[in-house]
T-cell receptor
C-alpha cells in the first residue's frame, strides 16, 4: 500500500515569492493534516481536514497561508508571500479517523528554504 | 494545555547498549501516547503506541509502558543497533485535540 505522497521534496525560493506544496494521502483516509516542523523541534499542526472540511485551522497564519482539499482527497498548502521565518519542513499526514486512537501516517515532507 | 517533555539529546551509545529515552506528559485527561521515529531524510514513522493506562506498546525491540501514576511513557530497548540511529519523538493525543509532540531526541549508535 502506498504511503502519504508529498511533492516537491525540496524547494528554495526568495522571500516574497509564492510557494505551494501538494499532498496525496493514503487511500481511504478521511482525515488529512498539515504540520510545520522547525529545525530541532517537533511538528506543529497547521490545519486538519475531515474530508473536505477544515475542522481545525486555528494555528494556520491566515494572512499568508491557505490550504484546500478539493474532493476530500489531495490537498494543497500555499504560502504567499513567503517570509524568511517560513523556512521549515512541511509535513502532510493522514489517518482513517480523527480520534486520539487513530494513527497518523506521515509523508516524507517538503523542505522549504526561503532566501 | 497538553504538553510533552522529552529527554534532551543528543544521546550517543555504543552498539548493544541499553537505551532509555524519558518522556513525561501533561494532559487534561487520559490521552493516547505515541513514539514516532524519524530516520535521516525520511518522514516520521509510528514506532509504537499505547491508548490506556498500563498498556505496553512494542515494536522492533522497543517498548514503552503507559504509566498514569508518573505521567510517563519512557522508551526502552535492550540492545541497540547502528540502524536505530534516528530522532525519536514522544507525542500525545487527547480527545479531539491536536497531536502534541515533544522536541525530539537525537540518538546516535556507534559501532
Amino acid at each position: 500500500e502506498a504511503g502519504v505522497v508529498q511533492s516537491p521534496r525540496y524547494k528554495i525560493i526568495e522571500k516574497k515569492q509564492p510557494v505551494a506544496f501538494w499532498c496525496n494521502p493514503i487511500s481511504g483516509h478521511n482525515t488529512l493534516y498539515w504540520y510545520r516542523q522547525n529545525l530541532g523541534q517537533g511538528p506543529e499542526l497547521l490545519i486538519r481536514y475531515e474530508n473536505e472540511e477544515a475542522v481545525d485551522d486555528s494555528q494556520l497564519p491566515k494572512d499568508r497561508f491557505s490550504a484546500e482539499r478539493l474532493k476530500g482527497v489531495d490537498s494543497t498548502l500555499k504560502i504567499q508571500p513567503a517570509e524568511l521565518g517560513d523556512s521549515a519542513v512541511y509535513l502532510c499526514a493522514s489517518s482513517f479517523g480523527g480520534g486520539s486512537t487513530d494513527t497518523q501516517y506521515f509523508g516524507p515532507g517538503t523542505r522549504l528554504t526561503v532566501l | 494545555g497538553n504538553s510533552v517533555t522529552q529527554m534532551e539529546g543528543p544521546v550517543t551509545l555504543s552498539e548493544e547498549a541499553f537505551l532509555t529515552i524519558n518522556c513525561t506528559y501533561t494532559a487534561t485527561g487520559y490521552p493516547s501516547l505515541f513514539w514516532y521515529v524519524q530516520y535521516p531524510g525520511e518522514g516520521l514513522q509510528l514506532l509504537l503506541k499505547a491508548t490506556k493506562a498500563d498498556d505496553k506498546g512494542s515494536n522492533k525491540g522497543f517498548e514503552a509502558t503507559y504509566r498514569k501514576e508518573t505521567t510517563s511513557f519512557h522508551l526502552e530497548k535492550g540492545s541497540v543497533q547502528v540502524s536505530d540511529s534516528a530522532v525519536y519523538f514522544c507525542a500525545l493525543h487527547f480527545g479531539n485535540e491536536k497531536l502534541t509532540f515533544g522536541t525530539g531526541t537525537r540518538l546516535t549508535i556507534i559501532p
